[in-house]
């Protein structure tokens, strides 16, 4: 029989942590040491840390000695990018998840998507939950300035943490057996991606705010909105930018933050929450809803913000030249897109030659 502590954890018969109280996750999991899947403290098992980009993924593409650039602008190694994780959970996340999801990336677009049609969508949902949980717990071990005369603030300190809870609740799903309802899972978008001579087959880069991430790996590419409850696919926000081809790194990144930027215009967000049967020793993530998907209209603050996201997103790939001034200021004026000529149609051409895109 499942049991609830005294600070509305539940832990299983055998002493395994269910569900983490949001004052147990702070304590043990963002501020402590303890293990992030199942909180085992240093000491009491063996600790071999966890990459947050899966190992598979780093030597692909050869990204242990490369940096990611942290939300500060600083850079960081990725052998370096870990967070504490017990043997034991390293093991399992491997068996478990990375295994399976290494073999569907392995096997192109058109395998991907025919499992995703076939199987379930719910399994890569999670994981690209475990990406950004790992992103974000990561930061709290970060100071914003490396000068600590400037101040001691850790970039971990601009998350919403009690977002960060719903979301380690998701991603330890494959621990816990905490079953996932359908409605709990964000807006997921798996699009054809190009592979382009001389550009990275890779990237990858969350935009916090709006709890989003993008993720491109050879010709698939994933974005996912976390926290939506699959608002934004309902209203096929896809359809809006008529592709019908594969996309451009550039492309991606803006349908990233258009995404993101449209997240925080739901009138009404849905609520999550665990459930728990200690009797039958049972669990399910929720999500509660409203009925109908609607959108507030967006403010001048809005336009600015999709203006900057486009600069720091976008603004770095594109190549060095004479228009390059011209296109980041029209993206800060929100007036320029990668995704649409001039005639309102795909651009299913863009970057076949490494060039920028059109104003739109």
Not at 144 to 169: N, P, S, T, V
Not at 170 to 186: D, I, K, M, N, P
Not at 225 to 235: F, G, I, Q, R, Y
Request: charged share 25%; glycine share 6%.
């Amino acid at each position: 029989m499942f049991r609830m502590t005294d600070d509305g954890s539940v832990l299983s018969n055998d002493d395994r942590v269910i569900f983490f109280s949001f004052h147990r996750f702070i304590a043990d999991i963002v501020q402590g040491k303890c293990c992030f899947i199942c909180g085992a403290r240093p000491g009491t098992v063996p600790f071999n840390d966890e990459h947050i980009l899966p190992d598979w993924i780093l030597r692909k593409f050869e990204l242990h000695d490369k940096t990611i650039t942290l939300p500060n602008g600083e850079k960081f190694r990725y052998a370096r990018f870990r967070i504490p994780c017990c043997e034991p959970c390293n093991s399992k996340m491997g068996r478990e998840l990375e295994t399976h999801v290494s073999g569907l990336f392995a096997g192109g677009y058109e395998a991907f998507t025919q499992y995703l049609k076939e199987g379930n969508p719910w399994f890569l949902f999670g994981w690209m939950c475990l990406i950004f949980l790992k992103t974000h717990l990561k930061d709290n071990a970060l100071y914003f300035h490396k000068d600590h005369r400037k101040g001691e603030q850790r970039i971990g300190e601009l998350h919403a943490w009690q977002d960060l809870h719903h979301i380690h609740c998701v991603a330890r799903s494959f621990y816990t057996q905490c079953e996932l309802r359908a409605e709990v899972c964000g807006s997921l978008l798996v699009l054809p991606a190009k592979i382009i001579p001389g550009v990275e087959s890779f990237d990858y880069g969350d935009l916090s705010f709006a709890q989003t991430i993008l993720l491109r790996i050879d010709d698939i590419a994933v974005i996912t909105v976390l926290d939506d409850s699959n608002a934004l696919n309902s209203v096929r926000m896809s359809e809006q930018w008529k592709i019908n081809g594969p996309l451009s790194p550039l492309q991606l990144r803006e349908i990233a933050v258009r995404m993101a930027v449209q997240n925080p215009l739901l009138e009404e967000r849905p609520f999550f929450s665990s459930e728990m049967d200690l009797q039958r020793e049972e669990c399910a993530i929720v999500a509660h809803r409203p009925p109908d998907v609607r959108f507030v209209e967006p403010t001048a603050e809005n336009e600015e913000l999709f203006g900057r996201m486009m600069q720091h997103h976008c603004g770095p790939m594109i190549p060095e030249g004479p228009e390059k001034d011209y296109i980041m200021e029209q993206m800060g004026a929100g007036h320029y897109t990668f995704l649409l000529d001039e005639h309102g149609e795909f651009r299913a051409d863009h970057m076949n030659v490494i060039n920028p895109g059109n104003s739109g």
